[in-house]
């Protein structure tokens, strides 16, 4: 098996970044420093390190969703000292390598998958997929037509428009309009500046889905894996 794809499989990175990591020098087979992408292992038998700490495959990938709160950083360390979601996860995997797909905003909240799998991350993640991301958003007071249709047709952030994105009027109740937004780009805190655009400021964020999974009922602060199909939808992206 070729070197990246057996790094990938102990949970390392992606194929991509475990390249990098081999002709970085940072990698070693049997003791010794390959360079070589075209390296091959033998799972059984070959003994492995990275940074001269020995690997494994890890064989099944964890996939799990979870219901970010707000108040959380998405990354796996902060040198803030803010909270990671990674300290929601409590311990329950050690030893695993597993970070988040993508992130939310500290103060967005809702659902954040969480894999060992960095091949499937990077897959969610490339613009090219367009996997659809579904958003609830409120606002103070009600919302025009005229502004939900400048949203689906797209508003200029830093000087580039926002793609076609589906935009509905949930509903109106004291005085906030709640409003789901579903768009297949990733840009930077892109739902709340499109709102921003229109002179409307977000006060709560949620997303409610990746494309066909959804957070469903799973309770604020709280995590659990994928169901097979839900993981096997993912893999299929
Ligand atoms: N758009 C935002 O503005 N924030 C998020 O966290 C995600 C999408």
Not at 98 to 119: A, K, Q
Not at 120 to 138: D, F, G, Q, W
Not at 177 to 185: P, Q
Request: glycine share 8%.
């Amino acid at each position: 098996m070729r070197i990246n794809k057996f790094l990938a499989e102990c949970g390392i990175a992606s194929r991509r970044n475990c390249e990098a990591l081999v002709l970085e020098g940072r990698v070693k087979v049997n003791n010794k420093k390959v360079l070589k992408l075209a390296t091959d292992v033998d799972p059984e038998s070959d003994l492995v390190s990275v940074d001269d700490k020995p690997v494994k495959p890890i064989g099944k990938h964890l996939y799990i969703m979870l219901n970010k709160p707000k108040g959380y950083v998405c990354t796996t360390s902060d040198e803030l000292g803010r909270k990671t979601v990674m300290e929601l996860l409590k311990d329950k995997y050690p030893g695993k390598r597993i970070f988040p797909v993508g992130r939310l905003d500290f103060d967005t909240e809702g659902l954040l998958l969480l894999t060992t799998d960095g091949d499937l991350a990077n897959r969610l993640m490339h613009p090219r997929n367009e996997i659809s991301k579904t958003y609830v958003a409120k606002i103070e007071g009600e919302i025009s037509e005229a502004d939900l249709n400048k949203l689906r047709s797209g508003v200029e952030l830093d000087g580039v428009k926002t793609k076609k994105c589906k935009v509905k009027l949930l509903g109106f109740d004291e005085n906030m309009s709640r409003i789901e937004v579903v768009i297949t780009e990733g840009r930077n805190r892109q739902v709340r500046r499109m709102f921003e655009s229109i002179n409307r400021d977000v006060v709560f964020l949620k997303r409610t889905a990746i494309g066909d999974i959804k957070l469903g009922g799973l309770y604020r602060g709280n995590f659990r894996e994928l169901k097979a199909n839900e993981s096997e939808y993912l893999k299929k992206i």
